[in-house]
């Protein structure tokens, strides 16, 4: 079973920056696409950023300008910095790979729509 597992949420005052990161564990053989989400209460979880293999990228409108994503394909990790965070960006954030493909004990396996377990951002005003 593969996991992504994220890093550097907390406590930010508004106008701060915060970076995101979020690796899988095991012997990753390749990822594909890898995006940040988040989800508040009461609200469904919506994209934040995404990332394909290749590098290109793509951001939800509330974010552009302020929120870069990118990766670490020798590392297998993704980031996201945000700056100039507003009180609105409080919210849990999670990891997510579209397709991860892993060496196991006998052969290889590809794990769909993977998440992390979520990290916590909160942006005070």
């Known amino acids: 079973q593969v996991q992504l597992v994220e890093s550097g949420g907390g406590l930010v005052q508004a106008g701060g920056s915060l970076r995101l990161s979020c690796a899988p564990s095991?012997?990753?053989?390749?990822?594909?696409?890898m995006g940040w989400y988040r989800q508040v209460p009461g609200k469904q979880r919506e994209l934040v950023a995404f990332?394909?293999?290749?590098?290109?990228?793509d951001y939800a409108d509330a974010v552009k300008g302020r929120f870069t994503i990118s990766r670490d394909n020798a590392k297998n990790t993704v980031y996201l910095q945000m700056n100039s965070l507003k009180p609105e960006d409080t919210a849990v954030y999670y990891c997510?790979?579209?397709?991860?493909?892993?060496?196991?004990?006998?052969?290889?396996?590809?794990?769909?729509?993977?998440w992390g377990q979520g990290t916590l951002v909160t942006v005070s005003s």
């Open positions: 997510n790979a579209d397709r991860i493909t892993v060496v196991g004990g006998t052969g290889t396996y590809t794990y769909l729509d993977v």
């Open positions: 095991g012997s990753i053989l390749s990822i594909n696409a």
């Open positions: 990332t394909t293999s290749r590098g290109s990228t």
